[in-house]
C-alpha cells in the first residue's frame, strides 16, 4: 500500500457492526493493481454527517451495511434500477458530488442461487425484513421460487416485504416437526454474528431451530463474520449443501470495487483478495 498522500483516493464503509472484510478485500485489491488508493470501515454516529463527509470530502465510494440501508435513499441523489427496485441501497459512488446508489447484494445472492443450481421449486424460509432480506427476496423472487415465507418478529416490515413480492409472512420460525421444514434456509439477521459491536448471547445462537436445519437441503446464511457461524457448522455437521455470507460478501465487494474503480481484476487476483480477506 503506497504512503498516504493528498492525491490518495478514499473509498469508505458504514456499518454499525464494522470488519475488516471490505477492508482487506479492496485494499488487497488496490496493492495487486498498483492503485493509489485507500478503504477504510467507520461505525457513523450520525448517518447524514456521514453522507455528506462523503459528498464533501470527495470520497470516491462508500459500502453501506446493517442498519443503514434503507435510511441511507434519503441522503442520495440518484438510484440506480439496482436499488430503487428494491429500496435498499448497499453501494453509493460519488461522481463530483453527485451521489448514485446501488444494491451489489442482489447480484451475489442472485449469482450463489445459480452457482449451488439451487431448484426453484424448492421452498424457502428467510429470516429477517431488513435491507439485505429485500435484496434476498427480490433475488428468489427473479429467479423464479414461488414457495417463499418471509419469517419476521416486526410484523409491519415483515408483511410488507412477502407482501411486495406475493410471498407469505409468519412471526416465528414453524415447528418442523409438526408442520413440516422448507427445503432452503436462509439468515438474513445478525443473529450468529461476531465483530467489534457485535457479540452478546446471538454470536453462538442459531438462527434457526436444530431440527429445521436437520430437515433442509440447503443452508444459507448471509452473516459473513465468522465465516462459519453456528448455522454454517451446524448445516456441515448435517451434510447439507451450505451456502456462506463469506462468500455473499466477496461477490457483493468485487461488484463495488468494479464500480468504484472502473477495472475488473482477474479470477486469480480476485481469488488472492479473498484468501487475504478470510485469513483474519
Request: hydrophobic share 45%; charged share 20%; glycine share 8%.
Given at each position: 500500500m503506497p504512503i498516504l498522500?493528498?492525491d490518495?483516493?478514499?473509498?469508505?464503509?458504514?456499518?454499525a457492526?464494522p470488519s475488516?472484510n471490505g477492508t482487506r478485500?479492496h485494499?488487497?485489491?488496490?496493492?495487486q493493481l498498483?492503485l493509489?488508493w485507500?478503504?477504510?470501515?467507520?461505525?457513523?454516529t450520525d448517518?447524514a454527517?456521514?453522507?455528506?463527509?462523503v459528498?464533501g470530502l470527495?470520497?470516491?465510494?462508500?459500502?453501506?451495511?446493517?442498519?443503514?440501508?434503507?435510511?441511507?435513499i434519503a441522503?442520495?441523489?440518484?438510484?440506480d434500477?439496482?436499488?430503487?427496485?428494491?429500496?435498499?441501497?448497499n453501494t453509493?459512488v460519488?461522481?463530483?458530488g453527485?451521489l448514485t446508489?446501488?444494491?451489489t447484494d442482489y447480484?451475489?445472492i442472485e449469482?450463489?442461487?445459480?452457482?449451488?443450481?439451487?431448484?426453484?421449486t424448492?421452498?424457502?424460509?428467510?429470516?429477517?425484513?431488513g435491507?439485505?432480506?429485500?435484496?434476498?427476496?427480490?433475488?428468489l423472487?427473479?429467479?423464479?421460487?414461488?414457495?417463499?415465507?418471509?419469517?419476521?418478529?416486526n410484523?409491519a416490515?415483515?408483511r410488507a416485504?412477502?407482501?411486495?413480492y406475493?410471498?407469505a409472512?409468519?412471526a416465528?420460525?414453524?415447528a418442523?416437526?409438526?408442520?413440516g421444514?422448507?427445503?432452503?434456509l436462509?439468515?438474513?439477521?445478525p443473529?450468529g454474528m461476531?465483530?467489534?459491536?457485535?457479540?452478546?448471547?446471538?454470536?453462538?445462537?442459531?438462527?434457526?431451530?436444530q431440527?429445521?436445519?436437520?430437515?433442509?437441503t440447503?443452508v444459507?446464511?448471509?452473516?459473513?463474520?465468522?465465516?462459519?457461524t453456528?448455522l454454517?457448522?451446524?448445516?456441515?455437521?448435517a451434510?447439507?449443501?451450505v451456502i456462506?455470507?463469506a462468500?455473499?460478501?466477496?461477490?457483493?465487494?468485487?461488484?463495488?470495487?468494479?464500480?468504484?474503480t472502473?477495472?475488473?481484476?482477474?479470477d486469480?487476483?480476485?481469488r488472492?483478495?479473498?484468501?487475504?480477506?478470510?485469513a483474519q
Amino acid at each position: 500500500m503506497p504512503i498516504l498522500n493528498k492525491d490518495m483516493t478514499l473509498c469508505i464503509s458504514l456499518s454499525a457492526r464494522p470488519s475488516n472484510n471490505g477492508t482487506r478485500f479492496h485494499n488487497h485489491l488496490y496493492e495487486q493493481l498498483g492503485l493509489n488508493w485507500i478503504y477504510k470501515a467507520f461505525a457513523p454516529t450520525d448517518l447524514a454527517l456521514a453522507i455528506a463527509g462523503v459528498r464533501g470530502l470527495g470520497i470516491r465510494g462508500c459500502a453501506v451495511s446493517m442498519p443503514y440501508k434503507e435510511d441511507v435513499i434519503a441522503l442520495v441523489d440518484v438510484l440506480d434500477p439496482s436499488a430503487k427496485a428494491i429500496e435498499s441501497v448497499n453501494t453509493i459512488v460519488n461522481d463530483g458530488g453527485t451521489l448514485t446508489a446501488y444494491n451489489t447484494d442482489y447480484t451475489a445472492i442472485e449469482r450463489l442461487l445459480q452457482r449451488n443450481a439451487v431448484p426453484t421449486t424448492s421452498s424457502v424460509w428467510v429470516s429477517g425484513s431488513g435491507g439485505m432480506a429485500k435484496a434476498t427476496v427480490a433475488a428468489l423472487r427473479d429467479a423464479g421460487f414461488t414457495d417463499v415465507t418471509v419469517i419476521a418478529r416486526n410484523e409491519a416490515a415483515g408483511r410488507a416485504l412477502a407482501g411486495l413480492y406475493g410471498f407469505a409472512w409468519r412471526a416465528e420460525v414453524p415447528a418442523a416437526e409438526t408442520e413440516g421444514a422448507a427445503d432452503m434456509l436462509i439468515n438474513v439477521t445478525p443473529i450468529g454474528m461476531t465483530g467489534s459491536m457485535a457479540g452478546g448471547p446471538d454470536a453462538d445462537a442459531l438462527s434457526f431451530p436444530q431440527a429445521a436445519v436437520e430437515a433442509a437441503t440447503v443452508v444459507f446464511d448471509v452473516v459473513a463474520l465468522p465465516a462459519e457461524t453456528p448455522l454454517v457448522k451446524a448445516a456441515r455437521a448435517a451434510g447439507k449443501t451450505v451456502i456462506t455470507g463469506a462468500e455473499v460478501a466477496t461477490i457483493q465487494a468485487l461488484e463495488q470495487f468494479v464500480l468504484y474503480t472502473g477495472i475488473r481484476p482477474t479470477d486469480e487476483q480476485i481469488r488472492a483478495a479473498e484468501e487475504f480477506m478470510r485469513a483474519q
